[in-house]
């Protein structure tokens, strides 16, 4: 029998992500509530998969407040909810004097449904120089039912 070995195929890579920021180190997190079970943590840090909840009903915000002004590239939320049909709005702003003033990056409605569509991605490519606060408010339902905001995934560039 004739045989020879053969080099294998090169598959083509994906390339990966940017190197996102390492939010627990360079950062502190302030909140208007937290779930103990979901904690903050888990929707910052890479290879969590719990994401982060609310302790409490209706309206929450979450400022990543920085330690030393960033420059970002690129921020990745995701929200995922495949229990209730809801229409959810979130607000992501960004401060460079600390807090004083915001400017808007995007506000977004989203209709969540357990038979459609469950999850919401936004990965935004920005050009955003000397960020001292970035802030997300989460309007879990903009009808006003009782519903717990959730964050599954928030990646910062």
């Not at 920021?21 to 502190?28: P, V």
């Not at 590239?73 to 003033?101: K, Y």
Request: aromatic share 6%.
């Amino acid at each position: 029998m004739r045989k020879r070995i053969i080099n294998p195929v090169q598959q083509k890579t994906v390339p990966p992500d940017p190197e996102w920021l390492d939010i627990e180190e360079l950062a502190e997190v302030e909140l208007t509530s937290e779930d103990p079970a979901h904690p903050i943590e888990s929707a910052l840090l890479p290879n969590q998969t719990l994401g982060w909840r609310a302790a409490e009903y209706g309206k929450q915000t979450i400022r990543i407040v920085f330690d030393h002004p960033q420059d970002l590239r690129r921020i990745r939320l995701r929200f995922v909810d495949s229990l209730a049909e809801r229409t959810q709005e979130h607000v992501l702003r960004w401060s460079r004097d600390g807090g004083s003033s915001f400017d808007e990056i995007v506000r977004q409605q989203w209709n969540f449904s357990p038979q459609g569509a469950t999850s919401e991605i936004e990965d935004l490519h920005v050009e955003l120089s000397t960020v001292t606060v970035l802030e997300l408010s989460i309007i879990p339902d903009i009808s006003g039912k009782d519903v717990f905001a959730s964050l599954a995934e928030l990646r910062l560039a």
